[in-house]
């Protein structure tokens, strides 16, 4: 039975960055660029000015102060102004085009304006107050490198260089399918002995959150019959997530069709609680991850071994959040020879974070999880580990959002 650092390595190994696909501008923030894209031209396109000010030819202001003529008004956006003549000074605004023969922007601040001539009192040296074309970044120049998430910076460049679509890695289409009869969908009227199918939901904001696209298949009922449709229609999809029907029960049917399928599993059970019965296959090189059915192991089990997964597919290359470190608050005890990831809440004293028991760790209860700040991992090899030891931790919130304590 593979640890569970095993388990997500062999999930790692099996998995591959999908395609490209061109989407447009703003659909591109947060996804991983498929290609280096090079600049089509100069930025800036054109000398401009960086100031509101007068275009000047720096050679005609060596006498301070500088009396020169005023002969015209460059706003941004004018068209190709023409060339300046000796002695001469344009007004020029920030952005504006400067006139061939001009070499520098004098601010208005270091003029005064008189009737059409204009005072300048400092001396004026060549290229000052010039955005020159090309300097910001050359024409050829890389201007987005494969690998890069992409930013709003990224966006703005982009526009700048008037890129509408970008090549990125394809979201990966996520198939989620539930098992067991006792399974109604939300919205169904809740009768005794039947359950809503919550994993579903919360197995498709998880791949959401992570910016994949989540695709319901619904139910499949414990018979072969309807775990062998549902699963043929999950193959369609770049990976194919289950959840229950994993264990060792008689209607737990999923690895059996799985098999007789063609999927060939590379590992059943994990030495990882939550997840101990988590499956995972490849289907013509696409993965099959089939979590445990309780609803806490269905989200511990894709937050720790299917989101890295999800986020290789898509192009991104740090996949696996270190753990950040911990102190335990509360002594745990526990069986030898599995990790352990228990639920905590967290808070920040003194500069570290302490983790405590955010309540019933069974698997079943939604409500320690909705409380809980993340998860603390008690070592495999550990039967007890005494308040005051140093844990990995995985936040399942923004660490921003830790309180600080100070008690
Ligand atoms: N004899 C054994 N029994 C169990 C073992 C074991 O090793 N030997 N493992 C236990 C552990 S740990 C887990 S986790 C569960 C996982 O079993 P399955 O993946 O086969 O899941 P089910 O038994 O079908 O369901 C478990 C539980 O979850 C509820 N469930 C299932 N699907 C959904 C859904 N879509 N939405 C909400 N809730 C769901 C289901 O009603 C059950 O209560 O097995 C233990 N047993
Ligand atoms: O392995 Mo189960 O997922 O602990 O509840």
């Not at 007068?54 to 006498?63: D, I, L, M, T």
């Not at 753990?323 to 352990?340: P, Q, R, S, V």
Request: glycine share 8%.
């Amino acid at each position: 039975m593979p640890s569970f650092e095993e388990a997500r390595d062999i999930i790692l190994a099996n998995v591959h960055p999908l395609g490209e696909e061109m989407v447009p501008l703003l659909e591109a923030v947060g996804r991983v660029v498929k290609r280096d894209v090079v600049a089509p031209w100069d930025l800036p396109q054109f000398d401009n000015s960086a100031m509101d000010g007068f275009a000047v030819r720096a050679a005609n202001c060596s006498k301070v102060p500088a009396e020169l003529s005023v002969t015209g008004f460059l706003p941004a956006g004018g068209d190709g102004p023409a060339a300046l003549e000796t002695g001469c000074a344009v007004r020029i605004m920030t952005g504006a085009p400067i006139p061939p023969g001009c070499n520098a922007v004098v601010p208005i601040e270091e003029t005064e304006e008189m009737g059409d001539r204009v005072v300048i009192r400092q001396k004026v040296q060549p290229r000052q107050h010039i955005r020159h074309q090309g300097s910001d970044v050359a024409a050829g120049a890389p201007i987005l490198e494969a690998g890069t998430t992409v930013r709003p910076a990224e966006i703005g460049m982009l526009a700048a260089m008037g890129q509408a679509l970008v090549p990125v890695h394809r979201k990966v289409r996520v198939a989620i399918l539930s098992t067991g009869d006792e399974l109604i969908e939300l919205g169904e009227a809740p009768s005794p002995g039947r359950v809503i199918n919550s994993n579903a939901l919360s197995l498709a904001a998880a791949v959401r959150e992570a910016g994949a696209e989540p695709v319901l298949l619904g139910i499949a009922r414990d018979d072969i019959e309807s775990h062998r449709e549902k699963i043929q229609q999950g193959f369609r999809f770049d990976a194919l997530i289950t959840s229950a029907g994993v264990s060792a029960g008689d209607r737990d049917l999923v690895r059996e069709v799985l098999a007789e399928l063609g999927a060939q599993e590379q590992f059943w059970k994990v030495a990882m609680k939550p997840g101990g019965p988590t499956a995972f296959a490849l289907q013509d090189g696409r993965p099959v991850f089939s979590l445990p059915g309780n609803p806490v192991s269905t989200m511990i089990t894709f937050e720790l071994l299917v989101k890295p997964a999800l986020l290789k597919m898509m192009g991104y290359r740090k996949v696996v959040r270190p753990f950040m470190k911990g102190i335990l608050a509360e002594d745990a005890h526990k069986k030898e020879g599995k990790t352990h990831f228990i639920r905590v809440t967290v808070k920040k004293r003194h500069g570290r974070y302490v983790a405590y028991c955010a309540g019933d760790q069974h698997t079943a209860i939604l409500s320690t999880m909705t409380r809980c700040d993340g998860l603390a991992a008690l070592p495999s090899e550990a039967t007890f580990v005494p308040a005051g030891s140093e844990v990995d931790l995985v936040l399942l919130r923004d660490v921003e959002l830790v309180p600080e304590t100070t008690s």
